[in-house]
């Protein structure tokens, strides 16, 4: 069963050498599991299984019977809606990486939000993004401020001119809505747009201009960026996002 679903799986891809170099996984030893010779290494299937992203039932079960992860989005009723946006979203358009962002807060209008967040992929159907919110936001609003409260994630759609993502904190109720578009610059690695809270009316600022900058996978220039991250005053903040974000300017 294993080596069956392991060649429909396979069957998406040009080349068995391509998958099996995305993998990291020998070529040789990739033919041996499809054929049924041989069973990988529990560390092997788990990455086999996020690759793909199906679970270890691919051992038991026909792949087709298997529920993969996203499949509200990408699942049949969705899939040429909402489904179509991430499936579509590719390197060119928002490269995996790290990226630098700055907002005006929504808790302290008076301060700005510096922070850092990771986009990536898993296997070919969707990006995501995670990242932790500032401890000193958590600490302003009385939460707790250690890494499992303040860490957030969301799932990246392409846009018809840009991207779009909702984010969320842990088993929060709310969410946060993000439009970004690129904007031209001398690298060419700053996204412009805005993000929404999702809350009711009366609550407050509930939009605002948001600038992204992409550092790219150097881990030196994030850590650089995560030391940086929390409250900011608009003098403090860097020339060109300041000169982006237009903070004299009400957003419309």
Same mark, same amino acid.
């Given at each position: 069963?294993?080596?069956?679903?392991?060649?429909?799986?396979?069957?998406?891809?040009?080349?068995?050498?391509?998958?099996?170099?995305?993998?990291?996984?020998?070529?040789?030893?990739?033919?041996?599991?499809?054929?049924? @010779?041989?069973?990988? /290494?529990?560390? =092997?299937?788990?990455?086999?299984?996020?690759?793909?992203?199906?679970?270890? $039932?691919?051992?038991?079960?026909?792949?087709?019977?298997?529920? $993969?992860?996203?499949?509200?989005?990408?699942?049949?009723?969705?899939?040429?809606?909402?489904?179509?946006?991430?499936?579509?979203?590719?390197? &060119?358009?928002?490269?995996?990486?790290?990226?630098?962002? &700055?907002?005006?807060?929504?808790?302290?209008?008076? !301060?700005?939000? =510096?922070?850092?967040?990771?986009?990536? $992929?898993?296997?070919?159907?969707? &990006?995501? =993004? !995670?990242?932790?919110?500032? /401890?000193?936001?958590?600490?302003?609003?009385?939460?707790?401020?250690?890494? !499992?409260?303040?860490?957030?994630?969301?799932?990246?759609?392409?846009?018809?001119?840009?991207?779009?993502?909702?984010?969320?904190?842990?088993?929060?109720?709310?969410?946060?809505?993000?439009?970004?578009?690129?904007?031209?610059?001398?690298?060419?690695?700053?996204?412009?747009?805005?993000?929404?809270?999702?809350? /009711?009316?009366?609550?407050?600022?509930?939009?605002? $201009?948001?600038?992204?900058?992409?550092?790219?996978?150097?881990?030196? /220039?994030?850590?650089?960026?995560?030391?940086?991250?929390?409250?900011?005053?608009?003098?403090?903040?860097?020339?060109?996002?300041?000169?982006?974000?237009?903070?004299? @300017?009400?957003?419309?």
């Amino acid at each position: 069963m294993f080596g069956t679903n392991l060649r429909h799986l396979a069957q998406n891809y040009p080349s068995i050498s391509e998958l099996s170099r995305r993998l990291g996984i020998n070529r040789t030893q990739f033919n041996r599991y499809m054929s049924g @010779e041989s069973f990988p /290494r529990p560390d =092997i299937l788990d990455r086999i299984c996020t690759f793909f992203e199906v679970d270890a $039932r691919i051992l038991l079960e026909p792949v087709g019977t298997i529920g $993969r992860q996203g499949q509200i989005l990408n699942g049949p009723f969705l899939a040429d809606f909402l489904g179509h946006g991430i499936r579509n979203l590719d390197e &060119t358009t928002f490269p995996t990486g790290f990226y630098r962002f &700055t907002r005006r807060s929504f808790v302290d209008g008076n !301060k700005f939000v =510096i922070g850092l967040v990771y986009v990536f $992929r898993s296997g070919t159907t969707a &990006t995501y =993004i !995670k990242g932790y919110e500032a /401890r000193d936001a958590m600490r302003y609003q009385g939460l707790s401020e250690g890494a !499992k409260m303040r860490e957030f994630r969301g799932v990246v759609t392409s846009h018809e001119d840009g991207v779009a993502f909702i984010i969320s904190r842990r088993n929060a109720m709310t969410y946060s809505f993000n439009y970004l578009a690129r904007i031209g610059s001398l690298e060419n690695n700053f996204w412009l747009g805005y993000v929404a809270r999702t809350v /009711r009316d009366g609550s407050g600022e509930r939009v605002t $201009r948001m600038v992204y900058e992409y550092l790219g996978q150097d881990m030196g /220039r994030a850590l650089q960026a995560a030391r940086s991250a929390g409250f900011s005053t608009t003098q403090d903040l860097l020339p060109y996002h300041r000169h982006l974000l237009r903070p004299e @300017e009400p957003f419309r």
